[in-house]
């Protein structure tokens, strides 16, 4: 799951980012400044099955939060695991 903001103020950035799996609390990351000068990227790894639902909330630096609700279906899992298997393939062969 990719987490992401954009903002032309360079003063407010992203403080912290929550994500949980179905209601429960499972990643909780700190940032101390802005990381680059135009978006917010970050990755949350965790496994997740048909049926779930992964939410993750950004904090700003100034008060305000925006919050992200992905419910997992059995197709992105699917394509989930074709783009996992090309990786290795393709890690394998430029070894």
Not at 37 to 57: M, P, R, W, Y
Not at 64 to 75: M, P
Request: proline share 0%.
């Amino acid at each position: 799951m990719h987490a992401k903001q954009r903002s032309s103020d360079h003063h407010n950035y992203v403080k912290k980012m929550t994500v949980s799996l179905n209601g429960h609390l499972v990643i909780t990351v700190h940032y101390k400044d802005r990381h680059g000068t135009e978006e917010f990227l970050d990755n949350a790894i965790l496994k997740a099955k048909e049926g779930d639902v992964i939410s993750a909330v950004l904090y700003s630096s100034e008060g305000g939060n925006k919050s992200l609700n992905l419910n997992i279906t059995d197709a992105e899992i699917s394509e989930a695991r074709s783009s996992q298997e090309s990786f290795s393939e393709s890690t394998a062969i430029g070894e």
